[in-house]
């Protein structure tokens, strides 16, 4: 297509022309060149004015049927705005339908600006939280959710698990929160979490009650099959019976001891007490105490390294220790032997448990702290376990903000790690 500007440009050349020749034809060529000049330039200005009235009224008015180059810019603003409808509804329609989205979220989401002043929230997070639309933007999140557990967890964001607070008026809510970084921004996930709460609050209040409640018939029972393990007028046919059940009723015994144990350690609160306990001698007692069982392997070793001393409750890291060694005896046959070993260093206490045991294959690793989890059903129950130590040791080691790491190969033994935090190391001469 030929360009509308040599058009325009020939266009001109020709008015030109025409007022030279007609100006030489007719004499004053000045006169001439000024009326078609002149004409030129009102129709340049008409145009002009034509484009310029659809400019300001493009809504109501058809665009003017001009030529050439003006032709050509009422084509090119009419493409520029079409286009730009097109984006504005696109945009629109995304805003839409991001709006829809969130609104269906069954999460709270709040976007929370860099100084955590709230830009904006979905649906869900005004009924959790009871945000108000426009009153609240701007307002900082921790003015909102004034517990102590969340403005923690907001000066040591990001984490990756969510900080459980209470909310509502009467504080009968439970709102798990989150905060996730987006760029310079961060988002907020709230996630109500009543209904799980209560029935973890079911459960535990239901296991700690049976387990107290089957204290005193275990009692009765145990007391009894004592009796009658000792009396000589019962027929001997009886003996081995009895002593099953006596055998039984004590792994019964046992069982809601550790039950009642993980009960209490679940009700008291988050941290243990913070009472100097002498790791060493607790050790030292424990090795006594398992050096005079019947079956255990032939040589239990005790290393102590360290004279430091543990800030946390003596009772609780009792459970610990004993817990680890009893598994390495129980685990590890007459002929193994056994080692504990007590170290600090710059990372904290360190108390480990090796033994030369059957081991541990690597596939029940990670499971080997659950509740009644155990790896061969068939040999615990010969041995009396029941699968609730290790749980025991995990919640108390929690609670003195310390880690258990297990390492073990099958048929060559295992080792037992727990790790303490350096705070709550106390080391005087
Ligand atoms: P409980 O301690 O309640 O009497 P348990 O010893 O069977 O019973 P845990 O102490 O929780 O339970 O241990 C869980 C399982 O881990 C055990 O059943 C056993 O299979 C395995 N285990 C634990 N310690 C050792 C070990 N030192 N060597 C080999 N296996 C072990
Ligand atoms: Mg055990």
Redesign the pocket.
């Known amino acids: 297509m030929k360009s509308p500007w040599s058009f325009a440009l020939v266009r001109l050349a020709g008015a030109l022309a025409f007022a030279i020749v007609g100006g030489i034809i007719f004499g004053r060529v000045d006169l001439w060149l000024v009326v078609v000049l002149g004409g030129y330039l009102a129709l340049q200005l008409s145009s002009l004015y034509r484009l310029h009235r659809w400019l300001r009224h493009r809504r109501e008015e058809q665009p003017p049927d001009l030529g050439g180059v003006w032709g050509d810019v009422v084509a090119l603003v009419g493409r520029i705005y079409r286009r730009k409808n097109f984006h504005k509804r696109r945009i629109v329609q995304l805003l839409r339908e991001f709006r829809r989205l969130t609104a269906a979220m069954p999460e709270g989401v709040v976007l929370l600006s860099p100084q955590l002043e709230i830009l904006w929230f979905n649906r869900t997070a005004s009924q959790l939280l009871g945000l108000r639309r426009k009153a609240d933007f701007g307002m900082r999140i921790d003015n909102f959710i004034r517990q102590p557990d969340f403005v923690h967890y907001l000066q040591s964001a990001p984490q990756t698990s969510p900080v459980v607070v209470r909310f509502g008026p009467a504080e009968d809510r439970y709102l798990a929160l989150q905060i996730i970084p987006a760029g310079d921004q961060q988002l907020m996930l709230a996630r109500d979490i009543t209904r799980e709460s209560r029935l973890e609050a079911m459960r535990k209040d239901f296991v700690a009650n049976a387990s107290h409640e089957l204290r005193s018939p275990l009692t009765v029972i145990n007391g009894y099959l004592d009796q009658l393990a000792d009396d000589p007028s019962v027929e001997s046919i009886w003996r081995s019976p009895i002593e099953e059940m006596r055998r039984q009723a004590e792994r019964m015994r046992?069982?809601v001891e550790?039950l009642l144990e993980l009960s209490k350690l679940e009700a008291s609160g988050k941290d243990a007490a913070l009472d100097p306990v002498d790791i060493g001698g607790m050790l030292a007692v424990i090795r006594k105490e398992v050096m005079a069982r019947e079956q255990r392997p032939r040589e239990i070793v005790l290393k102590l390294e360290s004279p430091a001393r543990l800030l946390g409750s003596e009772a609780e890291l009792h459970s610990i220790a004993s817990?680890l060694v009893?598994?390495?005896v129980?685990?590890?046959p007459a002929e193994g032997s056994v080692q504990i070993r007590w170290w600090s260093d710059a990372e904290g206490g360190h108390l480990a448990?090796t033994?030369t045991?059957?081991?541990?294959p690597a596939q029940?690793l990670p499971r080997?702290?659950e509740r009644f989890?155990?790896?061969?059903r068939g040999?615990?129950r010969k041995?009396?376990?029941?699968?609730?130590?290790?749980?025991i040791?995990k919640h108390a080691l929690q609670r003195h903000g310390g880690r258990l790491t297990v390492d073990?190969a099958e048929g060559k033994?295992?080792t037992?790690t727990c790790h303490f935090p350096a705070q709550r190391l106390l080391v005087t001469p």
């Open positions: 046992l069982i550790d817990n009893s598994n390495a129980k685990y590890t448990v033994d045991g059957i081991g541990i029940h080997l702290t989890y155990r790896v061969d040999r615990s041995s009396g376990g029941s699968g609730l130590g290790l749980a040791v073990s033994g295992s037992f």
